[in-house]
T-cell receptor
Framework: ETGVTQTPRHLVMGMTNKKSLKCEQH?????MYWYKQSAKKPLELMFV???????ENNSVPSRFSPECPNSSHLFLHLHTLQPEDSALYLC?????????????FGPGTRLLVL | DAKTTQPPSMDCAEGRAANLPCNHS???????VYWYRQIHSQGPQYIIH???NNETNEMASLIITEDRKSSTLILPHATLRDTAVYYC?????????????FGSGTKLNVKP
């Protein structure tokens, strides 16, 4: 257990659906991250939040919409996804938002878009 | 931006030391070397990091060459549960997230 939880662990959705991924960290950290891991591709950083402010949006399509209501919770709202968006979505947190901060990852949500 | 080069896979006998190499020949003076590992279908797990000096913790040791162009992660007594993909990452300082790159890692197979 890393202190970072993600729900749901598995999700199947159609291209017209709207769904949300949830991440919660119990570590008292100030920064949270969303990553995408597609099959046989390196981990890709999507979004970074520091003290509930977005500090990085790594050229992610608008069909992915993050939300950080407080420093412990992070959401990823999904709508009109494509089959190529099927991947493992990982949440992480760190004490600060510097790139050199140690990150603690959740178990991920395995997403399948049909 | 400093990228890393790792062998795609390595084998190690259970109980023996696993030595995982990483080349980062373009590393800058203020960039740290981090190691994470990812066991199948789980989130990556932090192992160790360092700047210049060798580091040791309860999981592993990190040996960084004097010129900082390469490093080696050492798992002193590998177990079957250490089978995973190991990522060597060079992190730039502060908010340079456009240089945040995990790479493909080394798949370590620990065999009985």
């Amino acid at each position: 257990e890393t202190g970072v939880t993600q729900t749901p662990r598995h999700l199947v959705m159609g291209m017209t659906n709207k769904k949300s991924l949830k991440c919660e960290q119990h570590l008292g950290h100030n920064a949270m991250y969303w990553y995408k891991q597609s099959a046989k591709k390196p981990l890709e950083l999507m979004f970074v939040y520091s003290l509930e402010e977005r500090v990085e949006n790594n050229s992610v399509p608008s069909r992915f919409s993050p939300e950080c209501p407080n420093s412990s919770h992070l959401f990823l709202h999904l709508h009109t996804l494509q089959p190529e968006d099927s991947a493992l979505y990982l949440c992480a947190s760190s004490q600060g938002a510097g790139a050199q901060e140690t990150q603690y990852f959740g178990p991920g949500t395995r997403l399948l878009v049909l | 931006d400093a990228k890393t080069t790792q062998p795609p896979s390595m084998d190690c006998a259970e109980g023996r030391a696993a030595n995982l190499p990483c080349n980062h020949s373009t590393i800058s003076g203020n960039e740290y070397v981090y190691w994470y590992r990812q066991i199948h279908s789980q989130g990556p797990q932090y192992i160790i990091h360092g700047l210049k000096n060798n580091e040791t913790n309860e999981m592993a040791s990190l040996i960084i060459t004097e010129d900082r162009k390469s490093s080696t992660l050492i798992l002193p007594h590998a177990t079957l549960r250490d089978t995973a993909v190991y990522y060597c990452i060079v992190f730039p300082p502060l908010y340079n997230f456009n240089k945040f790159y995990f790479g493909s890692g080394t798949k370590l197979n620990v065999k009985p």
